[in-house]
Nanobody, 124 residues
Framework: VQLQASGGGLVQAGGSLRLSCAVSGGTFSNYAMGWFRQAPGKEREFVATTRWSNSNTYYADSVKGRFTTSRDNAKATAYLQMNSLKPEDTAVYYC??????????????????WGQGTLVTVSS
């Protein structure tokens, strides 16, 4: 299974970006698709995830109301729409695929396959 993340870049505070994560191999619809981020000097943290369908989504409190994750099972692609970006959102964003149980769905160990990461920089 291979994951290819794209869409990162430089944006001013208050702006928007949309990340994509294309998955090849495996059965995409079986996977929960998670988004994590890692800022310099910090641990990787959970951002959002979709489990099987767009009706099963979970968000970190820090992004709730600003970020929206979705998936297109026909295209084997997951998305992270990021609005009202803040400088503290600056990080390398990773997409991940796996079959986590509920207790691990917001943790990196719940995911088996990872993309290469895409850098998001939000300027003040």
């Amino acid at each position: 299974v291979q994951l290819q993340a794209s869409g990162g870049g430089l944006v001013q505070a208050g702006g928007s970006l949309r990340l994509s994560c294309a998955v090849s191999g495996g059965t995409f619809s079986n996977y929960a698709m998670g988004w994590f981020r890692q800022a310099p000097g910090k641990e990787r943290e959970f951002v959002a995830t979709t489990r099987w369908s767009n009706s099963n989504t979970y968000y970190a409190d820090s992004v709730k109301g600003r970020f929206t994750t979705s998936r297109d099972n026909a295209k084997a692609t997951a998305y992270l729409q990021m609005n009202s970006l803040k400088p503290e959102d600056t990080a390398v964003y990773y997409c991940a695929a796996g079959t986590p149980i509920m207790s691990t769905i917001t943790t990196p160990r719940g995911y088996t396959h990872w993309g290469q990461g895409t850098l998001v920089t939000v300027s003040s």
